[in-house]
């Protein structure tokens, strides 16, 4: 995101954005790689949006500097910046045509094209989302797939540097949408422009994107490449928000070489890695031990098990997954720890049940230290 020897098509320098007294922008700084698939993931009220908008020009920022391709942006108004925006809701016109919907922009070109050419452009626009000869319906005539197949050809009709979508799928059931990420992301390489996608849905994001800014109170946590941040986030909020973790929070106690020893509220002390991408722990500061749930291994009871940590517990819920089965344990220590197993280990041993007293454990290195 900040190599200096890249291209990039967006780039944000300290800009704020204020709503009266309150800041939904806080001093924003980054850049997005030219060819890239980046998202914006957050909770609602993060920012995301505020940051989408000023991109595409809606919203002006308070203080700072937007740049597109190069280019400073400071008043120049939507629709001269060289960006498209496929909205949630896709605001077809329902009285025109398929057709007619994805030539609309055409019209309003500074170079616009004659109505043979709007007409070509738009059918191309139409193959690229795999619509071919559905250019005459309407969009009352179109499954909800199909009318954000039209939204993306309209906005992808006029050739954008920055394609914005602003969490296009949610409408969705899950089957189209998992169908529809497949496409975007189809489309995002043969078109080979930016995409840039705001959503509150992790999976959405870690499945599609290149990079993933995670959002909170109008900054930026963490950006880095979905392994990254589901592998060494860099804090428990970045942990508790990509995926699930079990977080053990507590004092840090002192460092062991390249362990950090941290003691629970409950007085047990844990040891484990620092996160490479979080800013370093000191001794006597507040920090977490995340563990991921398919790290912890489950068994009966009377078996022991061969892992650093061992938990008595039994079973509060047992949820089926498809090819995971997920334990909820509740512990005396800790309360609830989450464990997920392959499902074809879990009838090899024999599945657990509610209210099975069982125990749960892992090894220090898999969990890591990171601050709150």
Known sequence: ??????????????????????????????????????????????????????????????????????????????????????????????HLSVLENIAYGLRYRSSRPDRAEQRRLAEQALEMVRLTGFGARKPHELSGGQQQRVALARALVNKPTVLLLDEPLAALDRKLRKEMQSELLRLQREVGITFVLVTHDQEEALSMSDSISIMQDGLIIQTASPEQLYETPASRYVADFIGESNLFDGTVRRIEGDRVVLQTAQGLELASPPTPSGPPLKASEAGCIAVRPEQISIGAESAPLAREISLRGHVEDRIYLGNLTEYRVRTEPFGIVCVRVPCHGAQERGAFEHGAPVRVGWDQASGLAMTL
Request: a positive charge.
């Open 1 to 94: 995101m900040n190599d200096s020897s890249q291209a990039f098509d967006i780039e944000f320098r300290q800009v704020v954005k204020r709503y009266g007294a309150v800041a939904a922008v806080n001093g924003l700084s980054f850049k997005v790689r030219r060819g890239a698939f980046h998202s914006f993931l957050g909770s609602s009220g993060c920012g995301k949006t505020t940051t989408l908008r000023m991109i595409a020009g809606f919203d002006q920022p308070s203080e700072g500097e937007v740049l597109l391709a190069g280019q400073p942006m400071a008043g120049v108004p939507a629709y001269q910046r060289p960006v498209n925006m496929v909205f949630q809701s896709y605001a077809l016109f329902p």
